[in-house]
């Protein structure tokens, strides 16, 4: 399956957390190319995305958005998607942009389970809130994690707390100052491990 330069999205303005739409993708390989994005947001939550290869994933100046929209004047608080991709053989990330966050309630999480190597080139990896807690970020390839630039961060607002990062390999490289941070405000910062 490839997406290039193609919007695949089950988004809505307004929804409640029992009619979220989703997207799941099954196929040997994957790519998401020349800007393509899949949305799962909504109003008040995000939708779940996943992406099952048997061989590979890869994600080259594409994105993954599963994001709530709700707003801080909201008298309800959202609750971003998760984000899973599973791939047999390996996940690569040119200029991707995984995003699973709110403004309001607790961010979503991402698992990425790769394989045998996970490489990612100046890619975002992101499960924030602005006031509730951050999202987990979970990265496991038994060969290698490679990352060069980019950045893997999950941080919380208000009295949320950090969610955590956990990077799982034999080998995890670490090239030309990327980012791997949990931050919080007011609550307790999140574990990387």
Do not use: W
Request: charge should be negative.
């Amino acid at each position: 399956i490839k997406l290039n330069g193609s919007l695949l999205s089950a988004s809505a303005e307004q929804t409640f957390s029992d009619r979220l739409g989703s997207v799941t993708i099954q196929a040997d390989h994957v790519q998401i190319n020349n800007f393509s994005q899949i949305n799962t947001t909504a109003k008040e939550a995000g939708g779940t995305v996943v992406i099952n290869a048997t061989d590979t994933v890869r994600i080259d100046q594409g994105g993954i958005n599963a994001s709530s929209l709700v707003d801080f004047n909201s008298p309800v608080a959202g609750q971003a998607g998760n984000i899973s991709i599973t791939a047999g053989e390996s996940v690569r990330f040119n200029n991707a942009r995984l995003f699973a966050g709110t403004n309001v309630g607790n961010a979503g999480n991402i698992v990425i389970d790769a394989g045998k190597s996970f490489v990612s080139q100046s890619g975002a990896i992101s499960a924030g809130s602005g006031d509730g807690n951050g999202g987990n970020i979970i990265i496991q390839a038994p060969e290698r994690i490679g990352m060069d630039q980019g950045l893997v961060t999950t941080r919380a607002g208000g009295d949320g707390a950090g969610g955590n990062i956990s990077l799982t390999s034999d080998v995890v490289r670490l090239v030309i100052s990327p980012l791997v941070q949990s931050t919080a405000v007011n609550g307790p910062g999140g574990n990387i491990t």
